[in-house]
């Protein structure tokens, strides 16, 4: 649907095209587009119609006319009625912008078609070499080439890329890596437009006659623009190699946060140049100006990211318009930023992070299919328009080359880098638990590409202000095409080179997914409790803001409230139920059902063996987030917790002193199972004659005095502890002038049960008579003989000594 409201706007804006410029030529019907005099009626002007020498006359409609509509006595000549025409000044311009996007799309096309070509060069060289080939042949034919203007590039080419690298942004990594980034992007360019300009103003002083004219300001200009990382050749290089996604990130969000940096710089020194004299308060003002920059363009992004996000609240019923929304609002944020000389970056970043949340809550399933793929498209269709136009305004502009300059800008690009990154790392790694390996500083800064926003900023320079312009302009295509040809065609032999790891093409599991997030809370809470506030905690309370108030404001409906499993399960419950209906399955149908209901319904004949339907992609993807969102939410039941606020536990040296009894319990058993198991050496040992009963009775011969055995009793309570054999109650029978009963004599070998203690401290580790397996395998061990033959009827267990 939304696919259809863009095809049906070059349409509206066709039928209403002519009427503007014909209310214009209405009004002042004497001027042409110049605002000079129209010519006489003799002379030709395309496009407009000269105006009569005189008043016309005023005819009555009810007059009649000459049928062939010529004056009184003045035949006019009358011309055959043209067939066919050729007006190609009517449609020149949308002609060849709907030319060069063929030709962008179908050399996009060709590259991917032969994988011998793409997987050896990139991409962007190949179109680069494109257009040098296109606009070396417009040159040979006579034509002058069209030129990459600014305006065009800022507005029109380079919106749709960052739109769509800041609404599909990977959230999670982006943000773990925040001080990173930020590092490389605020201080490295800094670090990298201030080297390369004092070595270039010295170089210019040195370099003889030619460059002794260009001052320090004019050198920190041109290395303020030709110190940024570029996010389109960024993008198009590391999209290809398929990098892992720390690297990807670290360098791709190094390229998008650096623009408040070259915004800042570019304008300031520019200023600066027309200044006769600098002083400290300016300097401070442009100190002051890149907060103002960057933080005013997130500040706009924010706003119109909360504005789209609330006007989707209302489409459900207009789903057509819902892409438009999107795109609309973001373009006004980048042109809102562009107005007030802010980073318009920074704003379509900042708008697509904030939208995405709500926006894909409000909106259906196909408006975010569209609005993926479009912004795909559109980016894509960009990003190759932006490297032909490379290649054409290479051959199209004036250059002045000069090789001290020129070589020496190349080199200190490189050193200023490689330096940078290895300063900043070796400062970073102290902060970081995953620390940035020398492999990783070697692709990061292997990695620093350079493309069509310097062009953009150089061809912006004023011919007034900066006469060396058309030197500058040489030394930035020299950069861009070292960087783009030779680092982006090695880039890739040096990864598998050097083994680095490569990003996974399988999405992560939902169980990995789940357990992320419970990794997350745990940290969260495990920062409660210590009293660090990192970056877990200021998360947690983010995501607790964004839940309680946030949501219910810019999501619409039931869909602001959690969770959303419940609800989901029972929109497919209620889908799988009326399939099965309608496929004739009856018989599944639990008997609960009335059948009169289902009566009417004419089962559908189906092969033998139906298969399932597969889930699509997107409800896929549908359930993934809802599971991902809703199935680990334990700590929010749960009470914050502070190690401020913990409260002594009464109970905890009676637990304590628990745990110290069963630990010591388990080694007394360990060694009485070994008592059990080892062959006895001293055969009048009590202990040990009771060990060689329990394990072979019939294999020993008792003493005379065998009816004096000692008791042993078992306590069941707890059998894994020292009491579970009563020691003190091994006295023999008899003792105490109290002679054994006749009962006891049968018996032999007797086992009492020893009482259960009254609750006590240790009654949270005692467990049942019949539920522990310790204390079954206690009286197994002492009690179970083994395999032996079956006494006869009235044999004692223990044969007495004769």
């Not at 080694?667 to 009771?690: G, W």
Request: aromatic share 10%; charged share 20%.
């Amino acid at each position: 649907m939304g696919a259809a409201a863009l095809r049906a706007l070059p349409w509206a804006l066709l039928l209403l095209g002519p009427l503007l410029p014909g209310q214009v030529l209405q009004a002042n019907p004497m001027l042409t587009s110049e605002g000079q005099p129209a010519p006489l009626p003799g002379g030709d002007v395309p496009g407009f119609t000269a105006a009569p020498p005189a008043a016309p006359e005023v005819i009555h409609p009810l007059k009649e006319q000459p049928a062939n509509g010529s004056g009184e006595g003045h035949a006019k000549p009358r011309k055959a009625f043209p067939v066919i025409g050729i007006d190609y000044t009517h449609v020149r311009i949308p002609f060849e912008i709907s030319l060069w996007i063929l030709l962008a799309c179908l050399m996009k096309l060709g590259f991917h078609v032969i994988p011998s070509v793409s997987s050896i060069v990139p991409e962007s060289c190949l179109l680069i070499v494109v257009g040098l080939l296109v606009g070396g042949l417009i040159k040979g034919v006579g034509e002058k080439p069209p030129i990459l203007k600014s305006d065009i590039f800022f507005l029109f080419l380079l919106p749709p890329i960052i739109l769509d690298a800041g609404y599909f942004l990977p959230l999670r990594p982006f943000t773990e890596n925040l001080g990173t980034i930020l590092i490389f992007a605020v201080v490295g360019t800094l670090w990298n437009a201030f080297f390369l300009g004092g070595l270039m103003y010295a170089v210019c002083q040195l370099g003889g006659p030619g460059l002794n004219h260009i001052g320090l300001l004019a050198n920190l200009l041109f290395g303020s623009i030709i110190s940024a990382v570029d996010p389109v050749a960024v993008l198009a290089v590391f999209e290809e190699i398929h990098i892992n996604e720390l690297l990807h990130i670290l360098v791709f969000g190094e390229s998008l946060l650096n623009d408040a940096v070259t915004v800042v710089l570019y304008h300031l020194f520019e200023e600066f140049a027309s200044f006769e004299q600098v002083t400290i308060l300016d300097i401070i003002l442009g100190f002051l100006s890149f907060f103002v920059v960057s933080l005013g363009g997130v500040l706009v992004g924010v706003i119109y990211g909360v504005i789209a996000a609330f006007t989707s609240r209302f489409t459900s019923h207009i789903r057509v318009i819902e892409p438009l929304f999107v795109f609309l609002y973001s373009y006004m944020a980048y042109l809102s930023a562009e107005l007030f000389h802010l980073s318009g970056i920074m704003a379509l970043i900042a708008a697509g992070v904030v939208m995405r949340p709500y926006v894909e809550a409000n909106i259906s399933h196909k408006s975010h299919t569209t609005i993926k793929y479009f912004l795909k498209m559109w980016s894509s269709v960009s990003e190759t328009l932006i490297f032909i136009f490379l290649g054409v305004s290479t051959v199209a502009g004036h250059h002045y080359w000069n090789w001290t300059f020129v070589i020496s800008t190349l080199f200190f690009c490189l050193i200023a880098r490689v330096l940078g990154v290895l300063v900043l790392t070796w400062f970073i790694n102290k902060f970081r638990i995953v620390k940035l390996t020398p492999k990783d500083q070697f692709i990061i800064a292997y990695g620093g590409l350079r493309g069509a926003i310097a062009f953009s900023l150089g061809y912006l320079l004023d011919y007034h202000h900066f006469g060396m312009r058309d030197m500058f302009l040489t030394a930035i295509i020299t950069v861009i095409f070292f960087t783009v040809f030779v680092q982006g065609m090695t880039i890739r032999p040096l990864v598998d080179l050097l083994a680095v790891k490569k990003k996974q093409e399988t999405k992560r599991s939902i169980n990995e997914e789940i357990h992320t997030q419970f990794l997350d809370h745990l940290l969260t809470g495990i920062e409660d409790i210590c009293g660090h506030y990192g970056h877990h905690h200021w998360k947690d309370k983010l995501n607790r803001f964004n839940k309680k108030y946030v949501k219910k404001c810019l999501i619409a409906g039931e869909r602001s409230k959690e969770p959303q499993l419940i609800a989901f399960y029972h929109k497919m419950e209620m889908k799988q139920a009326i399939e099965l209906v309608e496929s004739g399955g009856i018989g599944k149908i639990p008997s609960a059902v009335s059948t009169v209901s289902i009566q009417n319904i004419n089962p559908q004949t189906l092969p033998l063996e139906r298969v399932l339907p597969a889930l699509s992609k997107d409800k896929e993807e549908e359930i993934r987030k809802i599971l991902r969102n809703n199935l680990q939410k334990t700590r929010q039941r749960l009470r914050s917790y502070n190690r401020h606020t913990l409260v002594a536990d009464p109970y905890e040296e009676a637990w304590n002193q628990m745990l110290l009894r069963r630990q010591k319990a388990r080694q007394l058993e360990q060694k009485m199972n070994n008592y059990l198991t080892v062959p006895a050496h001293r055969l009048d040992s009590p202990t040990m004659s009771r060990a060689r009963i329990g394990s072979d009775p019939l294999a020993y011969e008792p003493k005379e005095d065998s009816e004096n055995l000692p008791i042993i009793t078992i306590d069941p309570a707890s059998p894994q502890s020292p009491e579970s054999v009563d020691l003190m109650s091994e006295e023999p029978k008899g003792c105490g002038g109290l002679p054994p009963s006749p009962e006891e004599d049968e018996e032999g070998l007797v086992m009492r049960v020893k009482e259960p203690s009254s609750p006590g401290t240790d009654d949270v580790f005692t467990p049942g008579n019949s539920d522990s397996p310790s204390n079954q395998r206690m009286l197994r061990c002492l009690s179970d003989p083994g395999p032996r033959p079956e006494p006869e009827e009235g044999e004692p267990f223990i044969p007495k000594g004769q």
